[in-house]
């Protein structure tokens, strides 16, 4: 399903089978997840895609194919193919071991040819080895959605008492972490989704509300994954003094004006950009320990603009997943 022109419908597109260069592997596609920041390539939002280019970033299939010089992989292995797709491993950002700041990267699905196709390239590197537990669909959220939100939740500090901004694929999968990591989760949805709130009590959270409600205790940090920039001042006027705001997406709306006492005492405005390998590793090792379940509902490929359309309008719980 290629995206021919920013705003455009994808379109269902018949094309050689990819070869793999030196250090690629070809990936047989099982499911690939449907991403927010596949909406905000579609929509133009993000500088500078490639185009024509294939979106898709939460790959899980099997290497069909191996380019030379690749080692530590084999032919049907299952493995996940994530949104960092290639680092320089040169810049001070990749030296200092911060490679998801990297000054020349390629990114899956918006620079690079990703997973809404029933085969991807993938620079060996840059895939995580799936093992055989767990199913296609089931993992394939947890390849962006989960990672960031594993990353999100880190930055987030130690901090016992979270708060939710948007409880989507991302939410729904980190609020399963942070409970059982024993702290409490505050989930806050678009005013007046009940269906959401039932959702995310149903997964443990303490309290749901709106975005516009208080929550009954004030926040050690929040983690906004809406795009909706007058989410921010919301989120420090929920936080305690030295508590954390962190802003999980790729883009947001414009963040309005704000009173500098919900800053003052320490209050602290972060961003996460991306993800390393090395949240890859840690998190996918811990996801089978920790029981995560993760909603999704499932689209052939050649619904990949129906999938993205119910994205946008919010109507369904959890993460989409396109099988090819
Ligand atoms: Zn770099
Ligand atoms: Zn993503």
Redesign the pocket.
């Known amino acids: 399903m290629v995206l021919n022109k920013i705003g455009a419908p994808l379109e269902w597109t018949e094309l050689a089978d990819p070869q793999p260069g030196p250090g690629e592997i070809r990936v047989n596609v099982a499911a690939c997840g449907v991403c927010r920041t596949d909406l905000h390539v579609v929509d133009g939002e993000l500088p500078n895609p490639k185009l024509p280019i294939i979106p898709g970033h939460e790959i899980v299939g099997r290497i069909d194919q191996l380019g030379s010089g690749v080692i530590g992989l084999r032919i049907g292995e299952r493995v996940g193919i994530p949104w960092l797709g290639h680092?320089?491993?040169?810049?001070p950002?990749?030296l200092a071991g911060i490679?998801n700041l990297?000054?020349?990267?390629l990114f899956t699905g918006y620079t690079r040819d990703g997973g809404f196709a029933t085969a991807a390239i993938a620079d060996a590197r840059f895939t995580f080895a799936l093992g055989e537990t767990g199913d296609d669909v089931a993992l394939a959220p947890l390849l962006c959605a989960g990672l960031i939100g594993w990353r999100s939740l880190a930055i987030a500090g130690s901090g016992k008492k979270i708060g939710l901004y948007g409880f989507g694929a991302a939410a729904h999968i980190i609020a399963q972490v942070a409970i059982r990591q024993g702290r409490s989760v505050f989930a806050f949805t678009r005013p007046g989704d009940t269906g959401t709130q039932a959702f995310a009590r149903q997964l443990g959270a303490s309290w749901a509300g709106g975005s516009d409600e208080t929550p009954p205790a004030q926040l050690d940090a929040a983690i906004i994954f809406a795009t909706a920039g007058d989410l921010v001042p919301a989120a420090l006027e929920a936080v305690r003094k030295g508590g954390r705001v962190v802003c999980a997406g790729i883009h947001m709306s414009d963040i309005p004006g704000f009173p500098y006492r919900l800053l003052w005492e320490e209050r602290q405005l972060v961003s996460v950009a991306n993800l390393t390998r090395q949240d890859g590793i840690d998190f996918l090792r811990q996801a089978p320990e920790l029981g995560i379940i993760s909603k999704t509902t499932t689209y052939p490929l050649k619904l990949a603009n129906e999938a993205l359309a119910d994205l946008r309008a919010g109507r369904f719980e959890g993460a989409a997943v396109l099988q090819p």
Do not use: H
Not at 87 to 91: L, Y
Not at 102 to 105: A, E, K, L, Q
């Open positions: 680092t320089c491993g040169a810049c950002f990749c490679e990297c000054d020349y990267p």
